[in-house]
């Protein structure tokens, strides 16, 4: 059968340089992708080897150069460097420029795009409720209506978009396991997370926001996930292509803002550490079947492919084979 998910890229900031990711987008549309999702970073998770670009400017220039692939921002904080305000009003424009391909993806914030003005991360259950709030300003903000609020975190004076999109926009919010996968059924059109295991994925985040939706009287959520691994054929290979993203994993990734302190932290647990801690494959075939055992277990309706690797372009160009093979 015919599969019904759209197959994306991801373009991620902490990675390539902006000027890079346009020419990735590009080539991606062009090699058949549906989706381009761009990820937002203040900062990259080495400070030696990442870069970090504004997304917005990126998501407009994506916008103004390709004609088919939806845009996703994947993931999108509206709660601490960015007003939720503000989000919106980016969002709108982007989809005006991209004529209503824009899907608007936000997240509760890392510690490493935050702390740097934020200090020290609150509490989930006050990243919760600044989500709550901050939806409640975004969805009728994006639909053209006019907001004010007294919310304890976001105080608004009356005010709309002077620019809101003329077309539906859905937003979905990032989720990692079950408490924000409650969230997202609740408050958001779908739920982004990433794939590791496909039946803790399921069981963790893709059921439990259906059964939130449901219980909230919402249609059922739309899936977007993301697959990170690495495309290389070697342990060295993989290390080159790992190096923007070593701390990533690291043990104090989940609360520690300084790049320079998570790339000390991978480079003292030693390469062979690193490497373990990401999936690594090493040719077109074996990705096709990672990808078709995510679509066979979850039906997502976008499945997105992260990938690491020393050449983005020729990896870009050798996984192409991915979304036309699952097609067939």
Request: with cysteine; glycine share 6%.
């Given at each position: 059968?015919r599969?019904?998910?759209?197959f994306?890229?991801?373009?991620a900031?902490?990675?390539?340089?902006?000027e890079?990711?346009?020419?990735?987008?590009?080539?991606?549309?062009?090699?058949?992708?549906?989706?381009?999702?761009?990820?937002?970073?203040l900062?990259?998770?080495?400070?030696?080897?990442?870069?970090?670009?504004?997304s917005?400017?990126t998501?407009?220039?994506?916008?103004?150069?390709?004609?088919?692939?939806?845009?996703?921002?994947a993931?999108?904080?509206?709660?601490?460097?960015?007003?939720?305000?503000?989000?919106?009003?980016?969002?709108?424009?982007?989809?005006?420029l991209?004529?209503?391909?824009?899907?608007?993806?936000?997240?509760?914030g890392?510690?490493?795009?935050?702390?740097?003005?934020?200090?020290?991360?609150?509490?989930?259950?006050?990243?919760?409720?600044?989500t709550?709030?901050?939806?409640?300003?975004?969805r009728?903000?994006?639909?053209?209506?006019?907001?004010?609020?007294?919310?304890?975190?976001?105080?608004?004076?009356?005010?709309?978009l002077?620019?809101?999109?003329p077309?539906?926009?859905?937003v979905?919010?990032?989720?990692?396991?079950?408490?924000?996968?409650?969230?997202?059924?609740?408050?958001?059109?779908?739920?982004?997370?990433?794939?590791?295991?496909?039946a803790?994925?399921?069981?963790?985040?893709?059921?439990?926001?259906?059964?939130?939706?449901?219980?909230a009287?919402?249609?059922?959520?739309?899936?977007?996930?993301?697959?990170?691994?690495?495309?290389a054929?070697?342990?060295?290979?993989?290390?080159?292509?790992?190096?923007?993203?070593?701390?990533?994993?690291?043990p104090?990734?989940?609360?520690e803002?300084?790049?320079?302190?998570?790339?000390?932290?991978?480079?003292?647990?030693?390469?062979e550490?690193?490497l373990?801690?990401?999936?690594?494959?090493g040719?077109?075939?074996?990705?096709?079947?990672?990808?078709?055992t995510?679509?066979?277990?979850?039906?997502?309706?976008v499945?997105a492919?992260?990938?690491?690797?020393?050449?983005?372009?020729s990896?870009l160009?050798?996984?192409?084979?991915?979304?036309r093979?699952?097609?067939?």
């Amino acid at each position: 059968m015919r599969s019904r998910t759209r197959f994306g890229w991801f373009l991620a900031h902490e990675e390539w340089q902006p000027e890079s990711l346009i020419r990735q987008g590009l080539l991606a549309e062009s090699a058949g992708f549906d989706a381009l999702l761009v990820s937002d970073h203040l900062q990259p998770w080495s400070d030696v080897d990442g870069a970090a670009g504004f997304s917005w400017a990126t998501l407009g220039a994506l916008a103004a150069s390709t004609r088919t692939a939806a845009l996703i921002s994947a993931a999108v904080c509206p709660l601490f460097r960015m007003h939720p305000v503000l989000v919106a009003q980016a969002a709108a424009t982007v989809n005006r420029l991209s004529e209503g391909r824009f899907e608007l993806g936000l997240g509760m914030g890392q510690a490493v795009n935050e702390q740097p003005l934020l200090g020290p991360l609150p509490p989930y259950r006050e990243r919760l409720e600044r989500t709550t709030e901050a939806m409640s300003l975004i969805r009728p903000l994006l639909q053209g209506e006019e907001v004010s609020s007294d919310l304890p975190h976001y105080p608004v004076s009356a005010m709309k978009l002077h620019s809101p999109s003329p077309w539906p926009m859905p937003v979905y919010l990032a989720a990692s396991g079950p408490r924000s996968a409650e969230a997202s059924g609740r408050l958001a059109d779908g739920v982004i997370t990433s794939v590791k295991d496909v039946a803790r994925t399921e069981r963790e985040v893709v059921d439990v926001a259906r059964k939130a939706a449901k219980a909230a009287g919402r249609r059922p959520p739309r899936v977007v996930l993301t697959c990170f691994l690495v495309f290389a054929r070697s342990d060295e290979e993989a290390w080159e292509a790992l190096r923007p993203w070593r701390g990533m994993r690291t043990p104090r990734r989940l609360w520690e803002g300084s790049p320079r302190r998570l790339r000390e932290d991978a480079d003292a647990m030693g390469s062979e550490s690193v490497l373990r801690r990401f999936p690594r494959y090493g040719d077109v075939a074996q990705v096709v079947e990672l990808c078709r055992t995510i679509v066979d277990g979850i039906a997502p309706d976008v499945l997105a492919l992260q990938v690491a690797a020393v050449d983005g372009a020729s990896a870009l160009e050798q996984l192409s084979e991915v979304p036309r093979r699952l097609r067939n």
